[in-house]
């Protein structure tokens, strides 16, 4: 395969999965800038490995895979940072236009900022949960057997449902 087919192969695939992508990186940051930067990693980290992916599972959960190694380890990284910076100190301008969300109602703000409080097992299967992956397919990307997956998710629920309310 030449090197311009597969950057085409692999545009094209990011393109067709950057729904995926952008639902994880805003379970794991909440500013837009923080956002962008590992929208930045992910695809780094997607373009590194793309070569080496054999088929051996669905595009989506490598790229679900990936995207959550990524994020967790983005998330270890920058809570070693020692340096801060407010929103403000960040003009809408400066972001991708696919970074701003459809939908900013307050209600989505709360359901990602109770996403985020919870611990990493649980932010990921919840993040593949609310992005309509079935049980078997949660399973297959986080190594948890099935039954497992739907325990989890009900307590999840809960817990963000416990979450939101104080939250209101």
Request: aromatic share 10%.
């Amino acid at each position: 395969m030449t090197d311009t087919k597969l950057k085409e192969d692999f545009l094209d695939i990011f393109e067709q999965n950057i729904g995926i992508i952008i639902k994880i990186s805003r379970g794991y940051t909440s500013i837009a800038q923080d956002r962008e930067d590992l929208i930045n990693d992910i695809a780094l980290e997607l373009w590194k490995s793309f070569k080496s992916f054999n088929g051996n599972s669905k595009i989506s959960t490598w790229i679900y895979r990936v995207a959550l190694n990524t994020s967790m380890n983005y998330k270890r990284k920058k809570k070693n940072d020692s340096l801060y910076f407010s929103l403000g100190d960040f003009k809408k301008d400066d972001t991708f236009p696919w970074l701003i969300e459809q939908d900013n109602s307050s209600d989505i703000e709360i359901l990602y900022q109770c996403i985020n409080e919870l611990n990493e097992i649980n932010k990921v299967i919840i993040l593949l949960y609310l992005d309509g992956n079935s049980h078997d397919e949660i399973s297959d990307i986080t190594g948890i057997s099935k039954t497992n997956v739907g325990t989890r998710i009900s307590r999840i629920k809960e817990q963000i449902k416990n979450l939101a309310i104080t939250k209101n």
